[in-house]
């Protein structure tokens, strides 16, 4: 893939539209001027801004801001003693804040909730005080699966509130996947709903926990004790006396008083799964100080943050990592008020969103460049019959923005005039670490920019020398940083292995390719890896073929990601059947059959867009599948290079199986 998108960068690097900074942004929320020189020192940088943006029990010493003697696996700060939930929430309360509004929460069908953050933190206590009746303590795992209601907050921030972690498994993950992520933490309590509203139905969830639930293959039973279940849907649901809990009832006999008490900076935050190059998910552990810290800052800084006048709006789901950092920690830790919304963007009219940007009268907005696309494709009439005057910020994230959606971005939801910034980070460094500032920076659709202050970006050679400007290499980080995950759950091998071992273990491997240009701006080509990026959500190669190895009918199966122009990529599979002859409508059938068992398996965002069947795989000598070609096939170009091929007449057979 890395050779494709260095073609297409050449385009996107012809791109000549700058915006220069807007004077709206000449009082930043954040003085601008001195970062960058500031962030050159990064220790100092970061001590600054913990001192400045938390509120610290315990005060960390100077000579403990940033322990790195045994690297990659970092400390921050790390005989300071804070509770997070504390400075999400409380600290606002005690400065005057209580009646600003932190929540203004949207469900699909229409009904709507609002928390001043003086009701979210007495929310917030009450089910601290509930997670401790039900004996969960600092350290043990804690599950949430639910749709995004305000209770999916609640619980993180009770979680937090604790010192215990929590694992977040996005909704739309199947029982199969939600098992084995509550095998991985050894979770004792698992919090979720009925069910959610999404696509105009409501669609039930505590099934798929009581399936996840079930005795596994080996007849061993999960970890967990409890599940705790908010009522949303009022969908019927089966009963477990002993384990199960209406959250309703229990959350009316707790105390309403709460004492946040102070946890080391190092103590874990919570646990997310991400897709990596195998098929098994990695538990990206992240912890307290320094994240919050970085996501704080960020939050600030990227976003111009005015928290007394803005309305945010971060349109991700708390089950990605920017659910985590922009929707739940760094907009509460900065006392901000935000909008959450539960459902889908076309639910049920394609103004959706914008509807919603004029209710609330949004001024920040964050989402994904798939998102932009999609309206872009239903055109321009449908956002201009809304009031969008509110907003003054557009931010993206998830994948590479192409210039005309950028372009179409500004223009259209920003009237013309409100800047755009690009954000690139991922899971694993837990907070953004390039975009513009949109004080500073001058504008240039397609590209991530610079690195944020106090952050260290390099692009460099397979031999780690510095590329030069306009050639491509690979994107690492060359200081630790704050928010930079502290391992993979249960892995400390695979976390070296993954991310620090490429270029020795002080060098973080982010596993995109990138190019600077000359004026040193840095562009995004995609992963190096067996990655897909579909909507803005990591997949894995691996774990879908597994997924589709595990049907009866099939003998072996290969996954690319093919580019989608609303998507970014989309799955695309080859199979062998174990029948050796599949005709061709017994092909249709088969596709079909497979493309929901994978949903099945592990979620509907693994969904193929298209399931081939095939009678060969395009193999090395040595037996390796060369998905490069596959992706040549699958997006329906002229088949590259194939004399490592143990086969060369393989790929005209696959073509011609397509035609
Ligand atoms: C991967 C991380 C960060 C939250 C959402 C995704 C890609 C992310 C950008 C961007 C180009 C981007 C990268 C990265 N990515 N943001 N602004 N420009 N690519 O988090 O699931 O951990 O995925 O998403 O390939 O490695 P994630």
Redesign the pocket.
């Known amino acids: 893939m890395a050779e494709n998108s260095a073609n297409n960068i050449d385009n996107l690097m012809h791109e000549a539209r700058r915006f220069p900074p807007a004077d709206a942004f000449a009082k930043a929320a954040v003085a601008t001027g001195e970062l960058y020189e500031q962030g050159e020192h990064p220790v100092e940088f970061w001590a600054a801004q913990a001192r400045e943006l938390l509120h610290w029990q315990k005060p960390f010493t100077p000579e403990r801001t940033l322990d790195w003697s045994e690297p990659p696996f970092a400390k921050w700060f790390d005989d300071g003693e804070l509770n997070v939930a504390y400075n999400c929430l409380d600290r606002h309360v005690l400065a005057g804040n209580g009646d600003r509004v932190a929540l203004h929460w949207e469900g699909e069908p229409g009904d709507s909730r609002s928390f001043t953050y003086a009701e979210l933190t007495t929310e917030v206590k009450k089910a601290a005080n509930l997670l401790t009746a039900l004996g969960v303590k600092q350290g043990d795992r804690v599950a949430i699966y639910l749709p995004l209601i305000p209770e999916a907050v609640i619980s993180m921030l009770a979680v937090a509130r604790i010192g215990a972690v929590h694992s977040v498994v996005f909704g739309g993950f199947s029982a199969e996947s939600l098992r084995s992520r509550i095998d991985d933490a050894s979770a004792v309590l698992v919090i979720t709903a009925d069910g959610g509203y999404r696509k105009g139905k409501a669609f039930p969830l505590k099934p798929t926990v009581d399936k996840a639930l079930e005795p596994n293959a080996d007849g061993e039973d999960s970890t967990v004790r409890n599940v705790l279940v908010v009522r949303r849907t009022e969908g019927e649901v089966d009963w477990h006396a002993g384990r199960d809990l209406w959250w309703h009832d229990e959350i009316a006999q707790v105390d309403t008083e709460h004492v946040a008490k102070a946890f080391p900076a190092e103590n874990p935050l919570f646990i997310l799964y991400?897709s990596g190059t195998t098929g098994k998910p990695k538990g990206i552990l992240h912890s307290s100080g320094g994240y919050l810290t970085q996501v704080a800052f960020t939050h600030k800084a990227v976003f111009d943050l005015k928290p007394e006048e803005d309305v945010y709006w971060s349109t991700a789901d708390v089950g990605?990592?920017?659910g985590h950092s922009y929707v739940v920690y760094g907009p509460l830790a900065n006392g901000a008020t935000e909008v959450i919304y539960e459902g889908t963007p076309d639910t049920p009219h394609a103004g959706r969103w914008w509807e919603i940007v004029q209710k609330y009268k949004v001024s920040i907005l964050y989402a994904a460049p798939t998102a932009i696309r999609t309206f872009m494709k239903l055109g321009r009439q449908i956002p201009k019959e809304f009031d969008l005057s509110s907003l003054r910020l557009l931010g993206?994230?998830?994948?590479?923005?192409n210039p005309e959606a950028w372009v179409w971005y500004r223009d259209v939801i920003g009237g013309g005039t409100i800047p755009v910034v690009?954000?690139?980070?991922?899971?694993?460094t837990g907070a953004i670490m390039i975009s513009a500032l949109p004080g500073v920076t001058t504008l240039k659709p397609g590209s991530?920019q610079v690195p944020i202050p106090g952050i260290a970006i390099d692009v460099v050679d397979d031999r780690f020398r510095s590329t030069e400007a306009d050639q491509g290499g690979l994107l690492v980080v060359t200081h630790p940083w704050p928010s930079m995950a502290r391992g993979i759950w249960g892995d400390p091998d695979r976390f070296v292995e993954t991310y620090w071992s490429k270029f020795g273990p002080t060098t973080y491997f982010?596993?995109?390719g990138a190019r600077r240009d000359k004026d040193g701006d840095i562009w995004?080509l995609?992963?190096v890896d067996d990655v897909m990026?579909v909507s803005?959500?990591?997949l894995s190669t691996a774990e879908i073929e597994s997924a589709l190895v595990s049907h009866p009918m099939v003998a072996e199966a290969a996954v690319v990601g093919a580019a989608d122009e609303t998507t970014g990529q989309a799955v695309v599979a080859f199979v062998i059947t174990r029948a050796s002859q599949a005709d061709a409508a017994a092909a249709d059938d088969a596709s079909a059959v497979l493309r929901a068992h994978v949903a099945e398996q592990i979620g509907a965002i693994a969904r193929p867009r298209e399931v081939h069947i095939v009678t060969e795989l395009p193999k090395t000598r040595s037996g390796k599948i060369m998905r490069r070609l596959l992706r040549d096939v699958a997006e329906g170009r002229e088949i590259g290079d194939t004399t490592t091929l143990a086969d060369t007449m393989v790929m005209s057979v696959i073509s011609n199986t397509l035609k």
């Open positions: 991400t990605w990592i920017t993206s994230v998830g994948e590479p923005i690009d954000t690139w980070w991922q899971t694993e991530a982010a596993g995109d995004l995609g992963r990026n803005g959500h990591r």
